[in-house]
């Protein structure tokens, strides 16, 4: 059951427990896609953007935020993570164009700055 509550767990004046969030990275539009559960966005983001774990997103340059949906309870959010990933790419990047059809990058509204354009990579 997805929550209408903001990205940082809040539903008015009340925290969210055991809330959670699934996201998407992007390398580019359409390009290397990474899909992941977290119940801190704005900080499982910026481990991303800064590289600072080694493994797959590191390798492959994957730090766009491209779509994200909120859940109440982790476990769902977990659950919905598990079913994406065995997903068809086409039906993942239909999710994200849907919600983000110009594969916006997310986290500039999170507070991020605007990632920098890699050279040899463009839009579209």
Not at 59 to 80: G, N, P, S, T
Request: charged share 25%; with cysteine.
């Amino acid at each position: 059951m997805l929550a209408k509550a903001s990205i940082h767990g809040w539903i008015g004046r009340r925290a969210v427990r055991n809330a959670g969030t699934v996201y998407t990275m992007a390398s580019q539009p359409r390009g290397t896609l990474y899909i992941g559960v977290t119940s801190d966005l704005n900080g499982r983001v910026w481990q991303h953007r800064t590289e600072v774990r080694d493994g797959f997103t590191k390798r492959h340059h994957v730090k766009c935020l491209v779509w994200f949906e909120h859940h109440r309870d982790i476990v769902d959010a977990i659950a919905r993570e598990k079913a994406m990933k065995s997903w068809q790419r086409a039906w993942k990047i239909r999710a994200i164009e849907v919600a983000n059809p110009h594969w916006a990058d997310l986290a500039t509204g999170l507070g991020f700055d605007p990632l920098p354009v890699r050279a040899g990579h463009h839009d579209g």
